[in-house]
């Protein structure tokens, strides 16, 4: 299983940006998929999760990210809206089974994509 996570790049405070985790190897009904981002300095922490119909956000984001799939192009994406400075990292996408936001087995990992926050 391969994950290639893209879209990110600059974007002003308060704007919006659409990543991609393009899935490949495996269908998405096999896997659940869950972003993860990481700053620098800081530890990687948990964004979002999607379990079939059920999807999961950290607190940091929840109102503002929404993660969705499309089986059809077995592509998760993670629509973020209101962007912060505090929102500025590398985005990871992963693998794997989540039951909630710290309940989650991470097989495949992708490459990340950065996200910079401009004030």
């Known amino acids: 299983v391969q994950l290639q996570a893209f879209g990110g790049g600059l974007v002003q405070a308060g704007g919006f940006l659409t990543l991609s985790c393009a899935v490949s190897g495996r269908t998405l009904s096999s896997y659940d998929v869950t972003w993860f981002r990481q700053a620098p300095g800081k530890e990687r922490e948990f964004v979002a999760g999607?379990?079939?119909?059920?999807?999961y956000y950290s607190d940091s984001v929840k109102g503002r990210f929404t993660i969705s799939e499309n089986n059809a192009k077995n592509t998760v994406y993670l629509q973020m809206n209101s962007l912060k400075q505090e929102d500025a990292a590398v985005y990871y996408c992963?693998?794997?089974?989540?039951?909630?936001?710290?309940?989650?087995?991470?097989?495949?990992w992708g490459k990340g994509t950065q996200v910079t926050v401009s004030s």
């Open positions: 999607i379990s079939w119909s059920a999807t």
């Open positions: 992963a693998a794997g089974y989540i039951a909630g936001t710290d309940a989650y087995v991470l097989y495949y």
